[in-house]
């Protein structure tokens, strides 16, 4: 796609536009977005990548070739990929790359906390366009893969345990039936109503936790709910430790959790902090916003303030 004229915010647009999985017509939104982009005379190349595992690829190859606005069309996975193809560059100065996204996958968590949600794609191109600029806190874990030691970013959130397995079976049934299938509902029950345990050994700021645990998510931003308070851009992570409820309580955790009052559960033990660091997590998922880790422990999870330059609405 080529175009001549000169964006707001300064040269061409690097796109990466990954379908939104589980629903039919699935390009008919590109089309519409695509129709947008050209009415406002967006300067723009754009990548259509079906395979989650080429977005890091991409994203790495516009940065290095000199895109100054890397934007990427996808849900959460999507937009982690893309995060990761950027900090991994070769371009050792990020301060010129400004990132943006446009909702459109299964999850869009991180968008929505901008404001962003999958029916606000003129929004967020409108966003873009505007170019407004903010510094945020870019969350990364450390860990070994076999022999190779490797570190996965993150913008939303690292979950151990049930919610990490939680995601995996949300974003697979999501992926092949679409959200409305009731298979997703009523795996998700079954799995949360099992309230199996994981025998994990932590550390947060000055404690050791060394117990059986539900669930620990450690989030820099919302964390699918389970990390609420935390916001992307004051130098901390927020860390959720999730015990074992009673049945009642179980119930009583999953309405808290869509209502964003997780945290006032008595299973619930919140903590701020600027590292954990998980020294074992037996049969536990570990999930990088929503990317499946295949690791080995130990794991370090920190973050590093205000490193992106990230597109937010005014």
């Known amino acids: 796609m080529s175009h001549n004229i000169e964006s707001a915010n300064g040269g061409r647009w690097g796109i990466v536009y990954v379908p939104m999985a589980g629903v039919k017509k699935k390009h008919r939104r590109w089309l519409q977005i695509k129709e947008y982009l050209e009415l406002k005379k967006v300067p723009y190349d754009y990548i259509q990548s079906e395979d989650y595992g080429a977005v890091e690829r991409l994203t790495r190859m516009y940065v290095e070739n000199g895109y100054k606005t890397i934007v990427v069309v996808g ?72 022999d190779v030691a490797k570190k996965r970013y993150f913008l939303m959130a690292v979950n151990i345990g049930l919610g990490a397995q939680a995601i995996e079976i949300s974003d697979e049934c999501k992926r092949y039936w679409g959200k409305r299938n009731p298979t997703y509902i009523i795996s998700l029950f079954r799995l949360f109503l099992h309230r199996k345990l994981y025998k994990m050994h932590l550390k947060v700021n000055d404690e050791v936790i060394n117990e059986r645990l539900m669930t620990v998510c450690v989030g820099n931003s ?93």
């Open 222 to 314: 919302r964390g699918y709910g389970l990390t609420p308070s935390a916001v992307p851009y004051n130098g901390w992570l927020d860390v959720s430790v999730v015990y074992r409820p009673e049945l009642m309580q179980m119930v009583q955790g999953l309405w808290m959790l869509l209502r964003g009052r997780i945290l006032n559960h008595k299973q619930v033990k919140p903590y701020r902090t600027k590292k954990v660091t998980i020294y074992s997590a037996e049969g536990a998922s570990i999930c990088v916003d929503g990317r499946t880790l295949e690791y080995n422990c130990p794991l370090e999870i920190s973050l590093m303030p205000e490193f992106l330059n990230f597109i937010v609405p005014d």
């Open 75 to 146: 849900g959460d996975m999507a937009v982690n990929d893309a995060l990761n193809g950027i900090v991994s560059s070769s371009v050792e100065n990020l301060d010129d790359i400004s990132f943006g996204i446009i909702a459109n996958g299964i999850g869009n968590d991180f968008a929505d906390f901008w404001g962003l949600g999958v029916d606000n794609y003129k929004k967020a191109v409108d966003c873009i366009i505007k170019g407004t600029r903010r510094k945020i806190d870019i969350g990364y874990c450390s860990y070994m893969s076999g």
